[in-house]
Nanobody
Framework: QVQLVESGGGSVQPGGSLRLSCVVS????????MRWYRQAPGKQRELVAI???????NSADSVKGRFTISRDNAKNTMYLQMNSLLPEDTAVYLC??????????????WGQGIQVTVSS
């Protein structure tokens, strides 16, 4: 069993900051790529940022310069530092990870999602 649990969401005013965390636990051999997605009401799920196990990262144009993805491999934890938040960043943010559950078995897992609301 593998679980992904997000934390750190909440409500903030425009221009504010939040830091999301995603912890991978359970029968984990190692964690490969990790991603943050978001889904706003009535919109398609959007890839926000991705980070490899080696630390290579990329992010959507809409968040470049404002959001930073990082990870701590020793803790199987990924972070999303979100600065200069805008109302259009309001969404449910979901953690996704490719997890090696054995030497030759890799599976994708999702967290349950966490709400981020940016409003004055």
């Amino acid at each position: 069993q593998v679980q992904l649990v997000e934390s750190g969401g909440g409500s903030v005013q425009p221009g504010g900051s939040l830091r999301l965390s995603c912890v991978v636990s359970g029968s984990v051999f190692s964690v490969a790529d990790m991603r943050w997605y978001r889904q706003a009401p009535g919109k398609q799920r959007e890839l926000v940022a991705i980070i490899t196990s080696g630390g290579d990262r990329n992010s959507a144009d809409s968040v470049k310069g404002r959001f930073t993805i990082s990870r701590d491999n020793a803790k199987n934890t990924m972070y999303l530092q979100m600065n200069s938040l805008l109302p259009e960043d309001t969404a449910v943010y979901l953690c996704n990870a490719d997890v090696w559950v054995g030497p030759s078995t890799r599976r994708g897992y999702w967290g349950q999602g966490i709400q981020v609301t940016v409003s004055s």
